[in-house]
């Protein structure tokens, strides 16, 4: 089975992100990436009622910027192409323009269910401007306002009505899910064929929740574990043809729908900025995080000591996260992957104790006062965890404007160093007391 796909396409600025937002039910960070066709391109899971969907939010189509708009145009025909639904949001306010028409032709090659929903509709003006977007030539024209979330429940209805019911798909929780990303040619594809061939029980191959994705059941120490292999582009064109722009769409569907992450790094390319951006995305969804670097056999002489000095260079924000070594092809090492799988999935779930949480924050503290602020300095009344998987602190503190970023890394580092938290994010939320 799988999510159904929702693709929000438009000009710049008619209100796409903030759509995006609201079908997530909370503000998503945008990791910058280089100018090009990922930057703007965002991935996540929305809900309506009974329904879960895959919602993707692309970058604006703008004939007048010739340096990235055929690129931007590529981004959307791939979303469209991947969408079951395609929401195309226009400005009620400045009515059809050029672009819209662009936009417009692209939907009409696609032959898929397209919903027109008319944004910044809260002014009179837009309300008279509403039918002059019938022009486009589709049957639904939605009007909503995006800033006073008018009109939402009119537009997720019409989204979700030709979901069928077994769409809605929800994996045993008590399986462990652990996706292989990272760029192509990397050997994610090796890696999962050289798990499933060491442990030589394959339950069965299932078509995974996504187009472009196979999940596979299989056992590992007598326990059933499923593998997410993000599979290769299957449809021709020159749309597909620059593979590594697009590889980050398809390595956010298996992102989210794993409770691990194994990133796979070539160790004969080395590090590559795209990496980073991958690996960005798995924390910025709160996933524990396996660095697999592989082909080690292809490099001559391989020094592990070098290479993680370079990773560590490389990924300053992820010195918490362990590295594997090893060779996908060869077999070499592929056993030490599935203990590190393990353990950082039991430490993303971990249970701190509030007694003990406490304690290492008030000796963190008491070592490191953090500096006043125009002559105000934090403090910190006390820390109870509220979540897993990522770890979550609440914190109560007297201002938590006085919160600054260094000293909140301290403070992580603090919890890591008392707790085993390898390979799972944490994530703090500070709290006024006054606010309780």
């Given at each position: 089975?799988?999510?159904p796909t929702v693709a929000l396409v438009g000009r710049p600025n008619v209100g796409k992100s903030t759509i995006f937002n609201r079908l997530m039910g909370r503000k998503i960070s945008i990791i910058e990436d280089t100018p090009g066709v990922t930057r703007d391109r965002i991935y996540g899971v929305g809900k309506y009622g009974d329904y879960k969907f895959n919602v993707i939010d692309t970058g604006g189509i703008d004939l007048s910027n010739e340096k990235f708009n055929e690129q931007i145009k590529m981004q959307a025909e791939l979303a469209i192409d991947e969408a079951d639904v395609v929401v195309f949001v226009v400005d009620g306010i400045e009515g059809l323009n050029q672009?819209?028409?662009?936009?417009?032709?692209?939907?009409?090659?696609?032959?898929?269910k397209v919903i027109v929903a008319v944004n910044k509709m809260d002014a009179k003006a837009s309300k008279d401007n509403l039918y002059d977007f019938y022009e486009l030539g589709f049957e639904k024209v939605i009007g909503i306002?995006?800033?006073?979330?008018?009109?939402?429940?009119?537009?997720?209805?019409?989204?979700?009505?030709?979901?069928?019911?077994?769409?809605?798909?929800?994996?045993?929780?008590?399986?462990?899910?652990?996706?292989?990303?990272?760029?192509?040619?990397?050997?994610?594809?090796?890696?999962?064929?050289?798990?499933?061939?060491?442990?030589?029980?394959?339950?069965?191959?299932?078509?995974?929740?996504?187009?472009?994705?196979?999940?596979?059941?299989?056992?590992?120490?007598?326990?059933e574990y499923i593998i997410i292999d993000t599979a290769g582009m299957r449809k021709k064109g020159k749309i597909y043809e620059d593979v590594e722009k697009y590889s980050l769409l398809r390595a956010m569907k298996s992102i989210v729908r794993s409770d691990v992450c194994a990133l796979v790094i070539n160790a004969e390319e080395g590090i590559i900025e795209h990496d980073k951006h991958i690996a960005s995305y798995a924390i910025d969804e709160g996933k524990p995080l396996v660095i697999v670097v592989n082909k080690i056999d292809a490099v001559p002489d391989f020094d592990k000591k070098e290479f993680e000095k370079?990773?560590?260079?490389?990924?300053?924000?992820?010195?918490?996260?362990?590295?594997?070594?090893?060779?996908?092809?060869?077999g070499t090492k592929v056993h030490t992957l599935m203990p590190e799988i393990i353990r950082v999935y039991e430490n993303s779930r971990k249970e701190l104790k509030t007694s003990l949480l406490n304690n290492v924050i008030r000796d963190a503290?008491?070592?490191n006062i953090p500096p006043s602020f125009k002559g105000r300095r934090l403090k910190i009344y006390y820390c109870t965890q509220t979540g897993v998987a990522p770890i979550r602190i609440d914190c109560f503190v007297n201002d938590k404007r006085l919160i600054h970023f260094s000293y909140l890394r301290y403070l992580e580092n603090q919890l890591r160093a008392n707790?085993?938290?390898?390979?799972t994010p944490i994530e703090f939320n500070f709290k006024n007391r006054s606010d309780e």
């Open positions: 089975m799988k999510l672009n819209d028409l662009e936009v417009r032709n692209i939907l009409y090659r696609s032959n898929k306002s995006a800033e006073h979330g008018t009109g939402f429940d009119n537009l997720f209805k019409e989204v979700v009505s030709d979901f069928k019911e077994q769409d809605n798909f929800e994996w045993d929780e008590d399986k462990i899910k652990f996706c292989v990303i990272g760029r192509p040619n990397v050997g994610k594809s090796s890696l999962v064929n050289a798990i499933l061939h060491e442990e030589r029980v394959i339950v069965s191959d299932v078509a995974g929740t996504t187009r472009d994705s196979i999940d596979t059941p299989f056992n590992y120490d007598k326990k370079k990773i560590r260079a490389e990924f300053q924000f992820l010195s918490y996260i362990p590295i594997v070594y090893l060779s996908a092809l060869k503290y008491d070592s707790f085993d938290l390898e390979g």
